[in-house]
């Protein structure tokens, strides 16, 4: 359940509330918008509790929360979580491009692909360090050594990085050398990494499950956000359907749908959403006008030689940069900031 108070109330008179409630062997989060206050209350609460909070001084209302989900709830936070990490913004009315590799394969690679991301516009640096494959014999990244790669491209190039996280072991390790921590549609619902995550304050995109509901999706994100971490990303990454023409059908209702259930940033991964190169471009957009607050594009110098085998649905270079010039047009049509782009390659 949440308690509303408004604005005017004292940041002392709101911790008296808080402990008061805390005392009862709950959590208590707060929640400032622009009007009101709300506080979150987390836990198996006594019935009388809602009587006694809503009874209490500068409380205006105390409503239940059916849904399982509690702070991930835009009833919980009903303006729009912002993340901000270093210079970078994302939620809001910005727009937000990640672009890169599906996985780091060695130092030059991963440079030369931070200096075309910066070029073309691109904000943050993805690539991964270890990848969870289909079949034990498929390449499974470089491991550290790539992290180590990724964290000094990106600091050359004015690049925020972004890489996977695959275990719970490996979450510190990570975080050292990365800006955001991704989780990947297989460990959605690895609740012991969604718990680990929510023990560091580090950025988290975690994507959708392959087969997941809006509502396992967004009680995965609870799992972070419960554990006190509060900068959380949703990623719809696509979902398996009965067609086999794409790799994934990605599911551009999920965007909107998700910014009404939900107040955190979300973003779309039109690269493994389509598994196509063709097809990237036409969902980038798609996935814009319906409201994502940035995109997660896979590109690679030279895709049919890619270590991973997924060329098939990365961009090249030129088509990463002109896509962005075609994005900033399409960013000021839907009320967004993405001003960054200068001049397309090749």
Request: glycine share 10%; net charge negative.
């Amino acid at each position: 359940m949440i308690a509303i108070t408004s604005n005017t109330i004292s940041d002392e008179r709101l911790q008296e509330i808080v402990n008061h409630i805390e005392k009862q062997g709950v959590q208590a989060h707060i929640s400032k918008g622009t009007d009101r206050t709300v506080i979150g209350i987390i836990g198996k609460a006594d019935p009388q509790l809602v009587e006694q909070i809503r009874a209490m001084k500068d409380v205006e209302n105390v409503i239940k929360i059916s849904k399982s989900y509690k702070l991930a709830s835009r009833d919980f936070h009903p303006s729009d979580t912002v993340i901000k990490i270093k210079d970078v913004e994302i939620g809001g009315d910005q727009l937000v491009v990640m672009g890169g590799p599906c996985a780091v394969e060695n130092a030059q690679q991963i440079d030369e692909i931070a200096k075309l991301v910066k070029a073309a516009g691109g904000q943050v640096l993805r690539g991964g360090a270890f990848k969870p494959r289909t079949g034990p014999y498929s390449f499974q990244g470089v491991g550290v050594e790539g992290l180590e790669m990724m964290a000094e491209a990106g600091e050359k190039h004015g690049l925020l990085t972004i890489t996977e996280v695959m275990t719970p072991e490996y979450v510190d390790v990570c975080a050292k050398y990365a800006d955001i921590l991704q989780v990947g549609t297989r460990n959605m619902q690895n609740f012991d990494l969604l718990r680990k995550l929510g023990e560091i304050d580090t950025p988290v995109l975690l994507k959708r499950g392959f087969s997941s509901t809006y509502d396992e999706f967004l009680n995965a994100a609870e799992y972070i956000l419960a554990g006190g971490n509060p900068n959380v990303m949703l990623c719809e990454r696509g979902i398996r359907t009965f067609e086999s023409y794409t790799r994934n059908t990605l599911d551009l209702t999920a965007i909107p749908v998700l910014k009404q259930l939900s107040h955190l940033p979300v973003i779309s991964d039109p690269s493994h959403g389509t598994g196509r190169r063709e097809l990237v471009e036409p969902m980038s957009k798609a996935s814009v006008a319906a409201g994502a607050d940035g995109l997660i594009i896979e590109m690679h110098t030279d895709p049919d030689n890619s270590m991973t085998g997924d060329g098939v649905q990365s961009l090249f270079p030129d088509q990463f940069a002109n896509l962005l010039v075609d994005l900033e047009k399409l960013a000021n049509v839907m009320g967004r900031k993405f001003d960054t782009v200068k001049q397309p390659v090749g």
